[in-house]
């Protein structure tokens, strides 16, 4: 095979790896500490590639976008947590499934009124646009970029989860939450930021992937059902198994649509391989998960508590 199709091939499953990371991370938090059901944390994706996109528009500098739209969606986070999400704490997780699916509704309506139903595209400056050559491989500046941003993330948050006094405070509010409520702390405080971070995380996934996919009101919607098989392989609540879940999903997902056609062939004609090739590969994750929960029911680095 071409080795600099298959070291794009890995690239680009890497890059997904790392985006469904940054939304899967958020996802587990609050679904594993704060046990809240919160199916609109597809939304955070998405606004997030909207605000980057519009603030690309009215700067001109994309890096900037970026930056400047993590707080914002930080604080959309906190506010969505406050009026919303912190009511339905004591509640049934159906009740907490009503609810934010009802705030994704609530978010693409917003979303198809202010910004129109076309989408919006971010154009790339020129010194990310290009590719860096490895000798004869050449391989593309921004999806290396997604990739070390991923990455710098997860190693961000496995040290401010394992190392600092906020991660104490987070392990021990998933623990025991009556507990570390009578020792003096801010439950509901803590739990905001848990929330608002992870809609950050989740916007800086959306506004990373704006310039390759653009932004459209789809997007959201489309992350959340792969992001929660992340969760579910990895075990919920667990930052490491966010991580090598989404890597693992990743790689599976981009591998087998790339070469789920030619494995076929060796085993059955080239027609039915090319007709078959598509539904499998996109079946792959679903079977990955449903063995991961027949060896192992609570992921592959289940939270020990």
């Known amino acids: 095979m071409d080795t600099q199709l298959i070291l794009i091939q890995l690239i680009n499953g890497l890059q997904l790896g790392v985006l469904l990371f940054l939304v899967a991370a958020g996802l587990t938090l609050v679904f594993g500490i704060m046990d809240f059901v919160n199916l609109a944390h597809g939304a955070f994706y998405m606004i997030g590639a909207y605000l980057c996109a519009l603030l690309a528009d009215q700067t001109g500098y994309f890096l900037l976008s ?13 506010g969505v947590e406050k009026w919303l999400a912190s009511r339905l704490y004591s509640l049934h997780h159906i009740d907490h499934v009503l609810a934010t699916f009802g705030l994704i509704l609530v978010f693409d309506t917003l979303t198809h009124i202010l910004a129109g139903p076309d989408g919006e595209a971010i154009l790339l400056p020129a010194y990310l646009n290009g590719a860096v050559s490895l000798g004869d ?3 593309p500046v921004y999806r290396i970029l997604i990739i070390a941003v991923g990455l710098t993330v997860a190693a961000g948050l496995a040290w401010g989860v394992n190392k600092t006094r906020a991660g104490m405070l987070l392990r021990a509010g998933a623990a025991d939450r009556k507990m570390t409520s009578a020792l003096g702390i801010d439950i509901d405080k803590l739990y905001r930021i848990i ?15 704006a310039p390759i996919s653009g932004a459209n009101i789809a997007m959201g919607n489309e992350i959340i059902i ?4 992340v969760v579910v392989i990895g075990g919920i609540g667990s930052i490491k198994g966010a991580f090598y879940g989404a890597l693992f999903v990743g790689l599976i997902d981009t591998l087998g649509r790339a070469y789920m056609d030619d494995a076929l062939k060796l085993v059955i004609s080239p027609v039915a391989a090319e007709s078959a090739a598509p539904a499998l590969s996109a079946m792959t994750i679903y079977i990955v998960m449903a063995v991961v929960l027949a060896v192992r029911p609570n992921g592959l680095f289940p939270v020990s508590k």
């Open 66 to 78: 970026l930056v400047l739209s993590l707080p914002l969606v930080f604080v959309i986070g906190l």
């Open 137 to 139: 491989i050449r391989l």
């Open 195 to 209: 929330f608002a971070t992870g809609a950050m995380l989740a916007g800086l996934a959306g506004a990373l992937i």
């Open 226 to 229: 792969i992001a929660l098989v």
